[in-house]
Every structure is written in structure tokens, then in C-alpha cells.
């Protein structure tokens, strides 16, 4: 039991005690004493405290050399390698206290006694009195110790956690931090194992932290210890979760589902000296996921739980323990760099610009920026010392021991980690933009080389050949007007969504499908239903590699595209997200794979099997099913019911009863649970019968590209006719007035989809003086194309007044609520 201050039992601890036991433990005692009513389980131990510390350094008069040497590294009389590895020998050289010790044994022998076990293994974690703070992150500077077993074990891990207080990554963060480092303190929390050697760990962000969007739970996970996701030596499953739907009992809120490589696992070593081992992983481990989906679901309630009692974002360690199939928080500290971030009234986006070759190299993106110069691959810790200044740091994984040189770097290319691994963690608290997981850099990349690193393309970071020319654009959201016409986004890449929840926008006008499809999928549908029938050897060998792990093909495309769908629809949440329905042409299909099989040869396919004929046609009516069944999932099992479907390229009113009639068979019928379904306004009939349409449909989305093509009979994509097409040519213009007023009058909306409001202001003031509902735009013209709006409404004055429009729209949705 705790004697004199030395000692303390996590049940005994708050938040407030930060400076008796560091950030980490403190946290540990709150969480057990404050949230298990919430559920939340956290496993049971005791902490050392600042004092037994101190009394360490006075027994073995360790403090007037430790102030020599931080002297001496200060004038320059010695290197921080030389410094630290000194102060690191006087603490590894000392003897405990007769009173610490005796404390610490009496304490490891209580924990044995509530355990019922003789000698328990125990983790021995490091936590500083200036860790964990909500400013200053101190990620991985101090050691800790897994499989610790027995008093005279446990006693060198705490004499060895002392010693890491002064490694040299730890001297040199908080010399940047401006710490004092004789003030500091440090606790060693000594915790009971959990068997997720057997099983699984990983890490928790209670936010996204690529773009701070604040609705979602990150969870991180990879078989084993967890010190390999926290040390980005592996590439972990990734689960993202949606927290306004958590506390609904009906709902599967995860929005995306990733599965990582998880090459390699930590476990307890079985004999030897060493306490743990890495070993290679199963190929079945490979291929399933760490975690179900109710164990997620339950990780993110705790994970919420303990941001709402803290008040702010925050960065969770989790194990489960695989004897008792258990799940528990071990860890959890203030999230540092998107809460520095919160207060920014002011949105930075990068775009590469002009014609790219193919990238080298993927991985996940770190960060939202744009970094370009040569790259330096440093393969060990050994070879830091030629790291060059400016240069983009190419390497296999990072460690706190590479701080330094991070905070130099252009940017950062690993081979290995996720998303919550060191070096990521470590590139957003910099700021520098970074790629994870590539697998192949170090391989791949020459020293010298100049390359281009890109985090501005989504989920998914890119590393390009040679130095590519990028623009830097800032967007001061605080002096955004808003308009009354209602401004929407038009997306299309899932991967990027996350990036645009700051702009205020109004939902998403157009999320096209197709691209989900092309990137996302990849397969043609009908190869994924109709697999036994394909007779192209080689995309059945793809198709085999890609859905294993899979119940059936047909559910391959299902789950991706449902996700895919989810993660464009949650940042917008409860604003509508229009989904229009796959609209690919034939020759399009015909590239996914499998896709030639079953796509017709078409003159002219931008005329032929494309949209609303596809959905009824026995070409493509099972594989329309599968859309359905996503749109389905995303609506009523994850609950994104504010997810509306758009039917493109629908010729006549007698083709709309056919799709509405193949859609309410799958169990997508209009008006049920909500839904609304829009037909793209982009063919001439569409507006001639406008209220043959307007009887069928809630709603129209114009498509300026296609409708001025049909209007005026110009190829879109023809160079010799370009200076003819035009969107404000009379014809189109008198169209789209006269969709507008006739929808209008039947009570339907009217948006528009294309991309001439963003091109041509005057446009966007006609489209404003007709009365459009809302204009959707691709999100790099969003605001300057929202002032323009909100410039043309203020000359014309108030809406009741705008030519063809009968009705008052201010706070008006796009999508009737």
C-alpha cells in the first residue's frame, strides 16, 4: 500500500494531480475513478510519484552533475548525444532509496494480491510532470517497459525509466518547448498487463486528425502490443466512426473501414532476456480486420465518453486482452495539434497545378499540404547526422530519436505507419506534410532525387518524380457572406471529403458516384455478379486477390461503394448530400475491370447506354441492384438518411416510372424513411415536360455541361467547336430560365451541378435573378463564387422580387426537409 507520498494507486488520482504523477497517470487515475460509470475499463495499477523521483536524485546526488552537463550542452561544450548519454549513466549507476524501494515492492505485491496472481507482468510507463499537456504533446520522448515480471525487474524498468527523462529526443523537445529540465519531474505508472499479445491494440483520436473535422473516432488497429502502431512500424486497420449516430442502438455508424497490411506483431517473448518479440503475421491475420464492428462501436462510445469529460479532443491507447476477449483504455492525453488549430478563422488549401505524371509512390496523407525538393534517404538512426536542411526526409519508420531532424524536413516519405504513428503524429505537431506506409520508398527513391510530396489529394498522399509547380490559396472564413441562395459543394472523391467541413456550405449539390466506382472499386459490377461466367483469365486472378476476405464478390462492391458514400455524406450532416447514381458511359465501364466483357461497342456512348436506361436494362439491372443495396446501407443501417439520389440522363417520363419502379424493388422507394429522389435536368425534355418530370421527382439539378451540348448540338469534347460552347448562349440560358419557372410553380427545386457559375460570374447572376435554389460548386471555387452570389442578390434586391421566382427561399433547404 502507498507509504510517505511515494506511492499512489490510480483509484487515489484526478487530473488535478499532474504534478504528483505526470500527465499519463493522472489521466489513468481520472479515467478510473471519474468515467467507469461510463463504461469505460481501464486497468488497474499505481504510479510513482514526483517525490520518489527527487528522492532518487538526492540519494544519489545526481542533481549538481546533471546541471554541469545541461550547462555545458548549452554553451557548447558538449553534444546533445554527449550530454544525454551522461545524465542518462548517472541515473542507470544509482541505487533506490531504502523507502522508495520498499514502496514500490509493497505496492507490486498488492497488485499480485487483487490479481490473485504470484509475480503478475505489469507495463511500466513513463510519465513526466510536462506531458500530456492540452499545448504540448511530448509523444513518445520517455520509455516504457512491457512484460515487466517480478519486484527486481520492476525496479530496473523504474531506474530505466528515470534514465529516459534525459534521452536525447527528450532534452531536445522540451528545449524547443522551453521547458526547464531540472523542474521536471518524472512518475512511473505501473500498470496490469492485458493480454493483447493474444489479440489486438492500437490508438484512438477522438477526431479526424488530418483535417480537426470534429464528428468522427479514428481507431487505429494491428495484432499484438501496441507499440508497434504507436512506433509506425506496421500499417494498421483503420476504422473511422461517426459520432452523432453512436448513440443510436439501430445504427452501424462506421464510415470507413480500411484493412492494413499488419506485417508484423509484438508478443511476449517465451524465453530469454528480451521481454517482447516481433513476429510476422498470418496471412489470415493479414486478411481480417483486429476488430468487429460493435467492438469499434464500443471503443468510440468510451472514447467520447472521455472527450466530453475532459472537454476536449483527445489521443487514446486501447488493448484487448485475448484470454478474456476484454477491452481496454490504457492511455489517453490531450489531442495537441488540431486543438491549436481550432481557433483558425482561415482555411489554406494546396492544388498541384497543370498536367502530372503518375505518382511514384501512395501512402496516407499527413497533413493538407504541398511539398517539393530533394530527397534524403536515411535508412538508420546511424546515418541522421547527413540529413540536409530542407530536404524531404525518405526512411523506412521514425522514432522520438528522429525529432530533430523531422523539425528540418520538407516533408516526410516512410516506408511503414499509419495514421497514428509516430512519425505521423510527430509531422502534425511540425506542421510538416508527410506520406506513411508507401512500403516501397526507401527502395524506390534515390538520394538527391528531386521529388514532389503531395497531401492535398485526399486520404491518400502521392509522391511524384521531380519538382511540380503548386499554388497556395488562404480563405479567410470569418469574412464569408451568406447568401440566400443556397450554396452547396459538388464532390466526388470520399478520401478529400473530411477536408471541406469548414466552408459553409449547405450540403452537397452533386457526390458522383462514378468516381467511387473507378477509383474506389475498380471492378465492373457485372464481373463481380456474373464472376463464374468472366472468361478474361487475368481480371478474374485481380478480382480474386482484391475481394478475398469477402463473403461474397457481389458484397465487395456493395461495402466499398456504401463507405465510400457514408464518408461524403457525414461532414454535411444533417445538410442533403445528393448522390447521383452511376453515370458512366459505355467505353468508361468497359476500362473497369471485367468491363469488356459486358459493355456493347458504341458509336457515339455519350448518346447511348448511359444513366436512367442503364438501371431497367438486362446489361446492367443486377448490377444496379448493388447501387441500391449501398444507397440502402449508408441511408438505413449506418443512418445517413440525409442522403438523397439523383437519376441521370433520364430521356422521358416513361424511363423515370421504370427506374423509380427497379429502385422501390430494392427497397428504395421514394417518400419512404424520408428519402427524395432528383433527376438531373441535362437533356431538352427534361425541360419541355418539366411537369410531366417535376410529378415524379422532388426535385431538378441542371446539368450546364450536357444541356448546353443537346441545346446547341455541340460535342462538349471537341476542339474545333469549343468557341461555340457556351452556357450563356441565349438558347441554353432561356432554357434553364423556363425549367425554373415551370418546376417552381409545381413546387419542385431546382439546383444547378455544373461548373459555369464557378467559370463565369455574369452566369452566376443570371442563374441568381431567375431564382435558383441553390448552385453547387467544386469546392476550390467556393467562396469566391459565394461572394460573387451574394454580390448579385444584394443588387437585385430582396428574393420576392427576383424575376421567376414565386417564392421566398431564404432558409430553404435544396432538399425539402
Known amino acids: 500500500m502507498p507509504h510517505d507520498g511515494l506511492v499512489s494507486w490510480f483509484e487515489t488520482l484526478g487530473i488535478a494531480d499532474v504534478p504528483l504523477v505526470g500527465g499519463k497517470n493522472a489521466s489513468l487515475g481520472e479515467m478510473t475513478r471519474a468515467l467507469a460509470g461510463a463504461g469505460v475499463r481501464v486497468p488497474g495499477g499505481f504510479a510513482t510519484t514526483a517525490a520518489a523521483y527527487r528522492a532518487y536524485i538526492a540519494a544519489n546526488d545526481i542533481a549538481p552533475a546533471m546541471r554541469d552537463r545541461l550547462a555545458a550542452l548549452k554553451q557548447g561544450r558538449a553534444t546533445l548525444q554527449e550530454a544525454g548519454e551522461a545524465i542518462r549513466r548517472l541515473f542507470l549507476d544509482g541505487e533506490f532509496p531504502t523507502d522508495v524501494a520498499q514502496a514500490v515492492r509493497s505496492a507490486y505485491r498488492e497488485l499480485a494480491r487483487r490479481r490473485g496472481i504470484d509475480a503478475p507482468a505489469v507495463a511500466v510507463r513513463s510519465s513526466a510532470t510536462a506531458e500530456d499537456l492540452p499545448t504540448a504533446s511530448f509523444a513518445g520522448q520517455q520509455e516504457t517497459f512491457l512484460n515487466v515480471r517480478g519486484e527486481a525487474a520492476l525496479l530496473d524498468a523504474c531506474r530505466r525509466c528515470y534514465a529516459s527523462l534525459f534521452t536525447d529526443r527528450a532534452i531536445s523537445y522540451r528545449e524547443a518547448q522551453g521547458f526547464d529540465h531540472m523542474a521536471v519531474a518524472l512518475s512511473v505508472g505501473v500498470q496490469a498487463m492485458v493480454r493483447s499479445d493474444l489479440a489486438g491494440s492500437g490508438v484512438i483520436f477522438t477526431l479526424d486528425t488530418e483535417t480537426g473535422f470534429p464528428h468522427v473516432v479514428v481507431v487505429s488497429a494491428a495484432w499484438g502490443l501496441g507499440e508497434t502502431v504507436v512506433q509506425g512500424t506496421v500499417d494498421p486497420d483503420k476504422i473511422l466512426v461517426f459520432k452523432p ?94 486543438a491549436r488549430r481550432a481557433g483558425a478563422g482561415s482555411l489554406r488549401t494546396y492544388r498541384l497545378k497543370g498536367r502530372r505524371s503518375h505518382p511514384l509512390l501512395a501512402g496516407a496523407a499527413v497533413g493538407e499540404a504541398i511539398a ?167 481480371a478474374k486472378r485481380r478480382i480474386e486477390a482484391m475481394t478475398r476476405g469477402y463473403p461474397d464478390k457481389a458484397e465487395y462492391f456493395v461495402d466499398r461503394l456504401a463507405r465510400g458514400i457514408a464518408k461524403l455524406a457525414a461532414p454535411f450532416h444533417p445538410n442533403p448530400v445528393i448522390v447521383r447514381l452511376s453515370d458512366f458511359k459505355s467505353n468508361e465501364y468497359a476500362h473497369l475491370i471485367g468491363g469488356a466483357e459486358f459493355e456493347p461497342v458504341e458509336e457515339n456512348p455519350m448518346l447511348g447506354l448511359r444513366g436512367a436506361s442503364r438501371y ?85 439539378s441542371i446539368g450546364s455541361n450536357d444541356l448546353t451540348q443537346l441545346v446547341l448540338g455541340v460535342d462538349r469534347d471537341s476542339a474545333e467547336l469549343a468557341g461555340l460552347f457556351d452556357e450563356r448562349d441565349a438558347a441554353v440560358e432561356r432554357m434553364i430560365a423556363d425549367v425554373i419557372r415551370r418546376a417552381h410553380a409545381c413546387g419542385a427545386k431546382v439546383g444547378i451541378c455544373g461548373e459555369a457559375p464557378s467559370n463565369h460570374p455574369d452566369f452566376a447572376e443570371f442563374l441568381v435573378a431567375e431564382g435558383i435554389d441553390s448552385i453547387s460548386l467544386n469546392p476550390d471555387s467556393f467562396a469566391g463564387t459565394l461572394r460573387r452570389v451574394a454580390e448579385a442578390e444584394a443588387r437585385q434586391g430582396p428574393a420576392s422580387a427576383r424575376v421567376g421566382h414565386g417564392q421566398d427561399v431564404r432558409g430553404a433547404a435544396a432538399v425539402p426537409a
Open 372 to 538: 517539393s525538393g530533394e530527397a534524403c534517404v536515411i535508412r538508420g538512426p546511424d546515418e541522421i547526422a547527413r540529413f540536409r536542411d530542407g530536404a524531404i526526409l525518405v526512411t523506412e519508420a521514425t522514432d522520438p530519436d528522429w525529432v530533430p531532424i523531422m523539425k528540418r524536413a520538407a516533408g516526410i516519405v516512410t516506408d511503414h505507419g499509419g495514421p497514428t504513428s509516430h512519425a505521423a503524429i510527430v509531422s502534425r505537431e511540425l506542421g510538416v506534410p508527410a506520406v506513411i506506409g508507401t512500403q516501397h520508398a526507401t527502395a524506390l527513391l534515390r538520394d538527391g532525387q528531386p521529388i514532389t510530396l503531395s497531401c492535398a489529394e485526399g486520404d491518400e498522399g502521392h509522391v511524384y518524380d521531380g519538382r511540380l509547380d503548386f499554388a497556395v490559396a488562404e480563405t479567410d472564413l470569418k469574412d464569408l457572406p451568406r447568401p440566400r441562395t443556397r450554396m452547396m459543394l459538388n464532390l466526388a472523391n470520399p478520401a478529400a471529403a473530411l477536408r471541406w467541413w469548414r466552408l459553409p456550405a449547405a450540403g452537397v449539390g452533386l457526390a458522383r458516384m462514378e468516381f467511387i466506382v473507378n477509383d474506389h472499386i475498380r471492378i465492373h459490377p457485372m464481373a463481380l455478379v456474373r464472376f463464374d461466367a468472366l472468361q478474361d483469365a487475368e
Open 616 to 700: 431497367y436494362s438486362e446489361r446492367y439491372r443486377d448490377a444496379f441492384a448493388l447501387e441500391c443495396r449501398a444507397i440502402r446501407r449508408v441511408r438505413e443501417e449506418t443512418g445517413l438518411a440525409h442522403v438523397v439520389v439523383m437519376v441521370p440522363f433520364c430521356r422521358t417520363p416513361a424511363e423515370a416510372d421504370r427506374v423509380l419502379a427497379e429502385m422501390a424493388r430494392h427497397g428504395l422507394e421514394r417518400g419512404r424513411e424520408g428519402l427524395k429522389v432528383y433527376v438531373m435536368c441535362e437533356i431538352p425534355s427534361n425541360v419541355v415536360l418539366a411537369e410531366e418530370f417535376a410529378a415524379r421527382f422532388d426535385g431538378f
Open 245 to 338: 449516430l453512436l448513440d443510436d442502438p439501430r445504427r452501424v455508424p462506421v464510415i470507413e473501414k480500411t484493412r492494413g497490411g499488419k506485417e508484423r506483431k509484438l508478443v511476449y517473448a517465451t524465453g530469454g532476456s528480451a521481454r517482447t518479440a516481433l513476429l510476422e503475421t498470418t496471412r489470415r491475420e493479414r486478411e481480417s480486420f483486429v476488430l468487429e464492428d460493435a467492438e469499434a462501436l464500443r471503443l468510440a462510445r468510451w472514447a467520447v465518453a472521455v472527450e466530453r469529460h475532459y472537454g476536449r479532443p483527445m489521443d487514446l491507447e486501447w488493448a484487448k486482452d485475448g484470454e478474456t476477449g476484454e477491452l481496454f483504455i490504457v492511455q489517453a492525453r490531450p489531442e495537441t495539434v488540431q
